[in-house]
């Protein structure tokens, strides 16, 4: 048996699957892969100046991936591109061995165990960088 973290908090997480979906256009939107694993992660985003007002993701990933884009999906609108990476640097620090991250990036603390797996880290930080490339892709509405 895996000692994987395959919690039940992750994979109802995962089951959850908060903001699945598409945003129609105008949006920003990026897909990142883990070619180690096959993952793959499209996120879009619709911005206000720097201000995340809708976000929405597809995922065929692992139940790591699915679970860190379902928290990113209920959490994530509302927030900054600011707040968007300061969260993604908190993560990676708490996959690292430190800290769980502060305020809505809590929720990333079901995940905590994986920093005993770095093969596996890049699957829950595949959804947060597809996040900050799509906030960082040219786009017809707010700067």
């Known amino acids: 048996m895996s000692d994987l973290p395959y919690s039940t908090a992750v994979l ?28 793959r992660v499209t996120v879009d985003l619709r911005l206000t100046g720097a201000t995340i007002e809708a976000v929405a ?8 991936a699915q679970a860190s884009a379902s ?16 969260g993604r640097q908190a993560v990676a620090a708490m996959l690292l061995g430190g800290p769980v991250p502060g305020g809505e990036f809590a929720k990333f603390g079901v995940l905590a165990d994986v920093a005993r797996h770095a093969a596996r880290h ?4 595949l959804p947060l960088d597809a996040a900050l490339k799509a906030a960082a892709e040219p786009g017809s509405q707010g700067t």
Do not use: M, W, Y
């Not at 089951?15 to 694993?37: D, I, Q």
């Open 12 to 39: 109802r997480l995962a089951a959850e699957a908060n903001g699945a979906g598409r945003l129609p256009p105008p949006r920003r939107s990026h897909t990142e892969n883990n070619p180690v694993c096959g993952d």
């Open 57 to 64: 993701h597809e995922t065929k990933a692992c139940v790591l």
């Open 122 to 125: 890049r699957c829950v930080l």
């Open 71 to 86: 928290i990113l999906g209920a959490a994530l609108a509302g927030h900054t591109t600011e707040e968007l990476a300061a």
